[in-house]
C-alpha cells in the first residue's frame, strides 16, 4: 500500500534504534491492533532520541494501522493541538522479534479515562474534585451535577469540534477514549487508530470492524454508500471537502458523543450491559429518543427518572441537546460547533475551570 510504504520511508532511516533508549512500565491497554504501555527514557538515552525532555511517556506497539494513527497524530499536533493527547513521536521500529512494529509516543496525561471516573458512584463529583482541586460549597444535587457534566460536554464537543474543523472524524469516540489530562486539567481525546482523515482521503473506505458497537451511528460507515466510487487509496484534496458537505460524516462522532452524554446523566445506562440494552431498545423505537422515554419513563427506575429530571432541568435544554444529537438520520444531528452555540452550555451555569487558578 502506498502510505504504509510512505511511512516507512519517512520514519525508517532516522530513528530505527531509538526504541532501545525506552524503559517499559505496566501495560495500560491492549486491543487487537496493539498493545500500550506506561514508558520512561533510559537514563542515558543516545543523542539521538528526539524526545528528551518529556518525563513520563505512554507507548503504543501498534500493527499495520499504527501507520495511519501516526498520520492522525502528526496532523492534529499540527492543527489542532489542544484536542488530543499530547502526541511526541511516532516512527517504524524493525528491531522486534515479531517484525515491524509502528511505535507511538505520547506524553503521560494522567490515570484516568471517563470510563474510569464514570465506573465510581461519586461521578461526576470525581470530576469536580480534579477539575478545581477544591470542592465547591454548593450542596449535592441534580444542579450540580448538571453543571459538572456541562462543563465535560463542553470540553468533548470543544476538542471534537477541533478534530472535525481539521478534517478528521474519530469514529472511536467514547468514554475508554477520552483521557483526563492531569496537566491541563481537561478531557483530551485520544486513540486515533479508527480515525478518517478526509481531507486528504486517508483511511477513507471505513474499516467497519474497528467500530466499537457500542456507541456507533445507526449508519457505521462515515459515508453513505451511494458515495460514488470511493477511492481506496491518498486521494485529490479538492474532492474530500464536497464529500464533507454531502455526507456530514462528523455527525458519526456527534452520536458517539450523545451517548455518552446519555450514560453521564443516567447513572443505570453507564454499565456496557445497560448500554447495549438501551441501544436493542432505541432501535426498537426506530432510533427515536422521544418514543423511548415514552416506552420507559412510566416504568422506569429510580436511576432512570433522576436522568430524566436532570435533562429536563432549564425547560428541559439538556433533553432538548440530547435529542439533537442522538438522531437517525447524521443529515439531522446537530454539529460539534452548533452543539456548542447550544443554549444548554449558557455561560452562567458552567463549572470555573482551571483557567481561573
Ligand atoms: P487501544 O488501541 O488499546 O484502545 P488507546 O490509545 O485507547 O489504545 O490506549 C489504551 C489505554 O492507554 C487508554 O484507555 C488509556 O487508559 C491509556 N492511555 C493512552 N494514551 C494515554 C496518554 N497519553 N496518557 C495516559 N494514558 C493513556
Ligand atoms: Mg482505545
Known amino acids: 500500500m502506498f502510505f504504509l510504504a ?3 520511508r519517512l520514519f ?3 530513528f530505527k534504534k531509538v526504541g532501545d533508549d525506552l524503559v517499559l512500565g505496566k501495560k495500560l491497554g491492549e486491543g487487537a491492533f496493539g498493545v500500550v504501555y506506561r514508558a520512561s527514557l533510559a537514563k542515558k538515552p543516545s543523542s539521538k532520541v528526539p ?7 505512554v ?3 501498534a500493527t499495520e494501522y499504527g501507520a495511519v494513527e501516526i498520520w492522525m497524530n502528526e496532523r492534529v499536533r499540527r492543527a489542532c493541538a489542544n484536542s488530543c493527547a499530547d502526541f511526541v513521536h511516532g516512527f517504524l521500529e524493525n528491531s522486534s522479534k515479531k517484525g515491524a512494529e509502528y511505535w507511538l509516543i505520547w506524553r503521560y496525561e494522567g490515570e484516568a479515562t471517563l470510563y474510569d471516573l464514570m465506573q465510581s458512584k461519586e461521578f461526576p463529583y470525581n470530576v469536580e474534585t480534579m477539575m478545581l482541586r477544591e470542592v465547591q460549597d454548593l450542596p449535592r444535587g441534580l444542579e450540580r451535577e448538571n ?11 470543544f476538542a ?3 478534530l472535525h474543523s481539521t478534517g478528521i472524524v474519530h469514529r472511536d469516540f467514547k468514554p475508554q477514549n477520552i483521557i483526563f489530562s492531569e496537566g491541563s486539567r481537561t478531557f483530551k481525546i485520544i486513540d486515533l487508530g479508527a480515525a478518517a482523515d478526509l481531507r486528504v482521503g486517508i483511511n477513507y473506505i471505513p474499516k467497519e470492524f474497528l467500530l466499537d458497537p457500542r ?3 445507526p449508519e457505521q460507515y462515515i459515508m453513505s454508500t451511494q458515495t460514488p466510487s470511493a477511492p481506496s487509496a491518498p486521494v485529490a484534496t479538492a474532492l474530500s471537502p464536497v464529500l464533507w458537505q454531502m455526507n456530514l460524516p462528523d455527525r458519526f462522532d456527534i452520536y458517539s458523543a450523545g451517548l455518552i452524554f446519555l450514560q453521564m446523566a443516567f447513572s443505570g445506562l453507564r454499565s456496557d450491559s445497560a448500554l447495549i440494552q438501551f441501544n436493542r431498545q432505541l432501535k426498537r423505537c426506530d432510533f427515536d429518543l422521544n418514543a423511548w422515554r415514552k416506552s420507559i419513563e412510566p416504568r422506569a427506575s429510580s436511576d432512570l427518572r433522576k436522568g430524566f429530571e ?3 432541568l432549564d425547560g428541559g435544554i439538556g433533553w432538548e441537546l440530547l435529542t439533537s444529537m442522538v438522531r437517525y438520520k447524521a443529515g439531522q444531528r446537530i454539529s460539534a460547533k452548533g452543539a456548542l452555540a447550544h443554549p444548554y452550555f449558557d455561560r452562567e451555569g458552567l463549572l470555573v475551570l482551571s483557567l481561573m487558578q
Open 6 to 8: 510512505f511511512v516507512e
Open 12 to 14: 525508517r532511516p532516522t
Open 51 to 57: 524526545y528528551q525532555k518529556e518525563g513520563d511517556l
Open 59 to 61: 507507548l503504543k506497539k
Open 147 to 157: 453543571r459538572i457534566i456541562q462543563t465535560i460536554m463542553r470540553q468533548l464537543l
Open 160 to 162: 471534537l469540534d477541533g
Open 215 to 217: 456507541y456507533a451511528a
Open 310 to 312: 436532570l435533562l429536563d
